[in-house]
């Protein structure tokens, strides 16, 4: 079965520190991996997606993912954070050709200033 | 020039009642979604159509009844609700023939269940 795991449901961090954000996955085919940020009261916005062309991804608002298929990892990172990246963290996992999206948990991110 | 629409964003309402939810996408897709998050924040897929042919139907109740009048819309009925049924409920969009393409949300519908 295939399945997201994000390790952590809350996240603090100080402005300007390195933004680490876990996210497992397990899948029995070479998986399509997404980060989504859900700012409050608002819908889920795409950060970054893999599909296969590069392990190392970069996002928007200086976000980045690396896949590391030997760990089933997808974690998140940035370098330096920032008060406005305060919010809700989805890592997502696709299959099919249907354009199913299992959903992790979420990680909420805390900036503190 | 909003992508992804919908109506209405708050819905309150007693049990046993019937309501629905509308959605309207404008950016051409051929794929749309409902998700229902819950106060965990935890989001799952209910349906999903695709050219208005339903191809993803998770275990949902049959109270819920989505409806697909054409690709750019997609709307949600519920019959005689109940409290569990209190969530945020998100339509998505996407292309399904470009890969794996992302989804792209609306802003949710606060339903609340009294």
């Known amino acids: 079965a295939q399945s997201v795991t994000q390790l952590g449901s809350h996240v603090s961090v100080s402005e300007g520190a390195l933004v680490l954000l876990r996210c497992n996955y397990s899948?029995?085919?070479?998986?399509?991996l997404f980060w989504y940020v859900q700012y409050p009261n608002q819908g889920l916005q795409l950060l970054l997606k893999y599909t296969s062309a590069a392990t190392l991804v970069k996002g928007i608002n200086g976000f980045e993912a690396e896949f590391k298929k030997s760990e089933t990892s997808f974690h998140l990172t940035k370098p330096s954070a920032h008060m406005s990246d305060a919010a809700e963290y989805f890592c997502a996992l696709g299959r099919g050709g249907y354009q199913k999206v299992t959903f992790g948990t979420g990680t909420k991110l805390q900036v503190i200033p | 020039d909003t992508a992804v629409s919908q109506t209405p964003k708050y819905l309150v309402t007693q049990m046993g009642n019937d309501k629905s939810i509308k959605c309207e996408q404008n950016?051409?897709?051929?794929?749309m979604y409902w998700y229902k998050q819950d106060s965990k924040k935890f989001l799952k897929i209910m349906f999903s159509y695709n050219n208005k042919e339903l191809i993803i139907n998770e275990t949902v109740p049959n109270r819920f009844s989505p409806k697909s009048p054409d690709k750019a819309h997609l709307n949600l009925h519920i019959n005689s609700l109940e409290l569990g049924d209190s969530a945020v409920y998100f339509c998505?969009?996407?292309?399904?023939?470009?890969?794996?393409?992302?989804?792209?949300f609306g802003p949710g519908t606060r339903l609340t269940v009294l």
């Open positions: 899948s029995s085919v070479p998986p399509y």
């Open positions: 998505a969009s996407s292309y399904r023939d470009r890969g794996f393409d992302e989804q792209f």
């Open positions: 950016l051409g897709h051929d794929t």
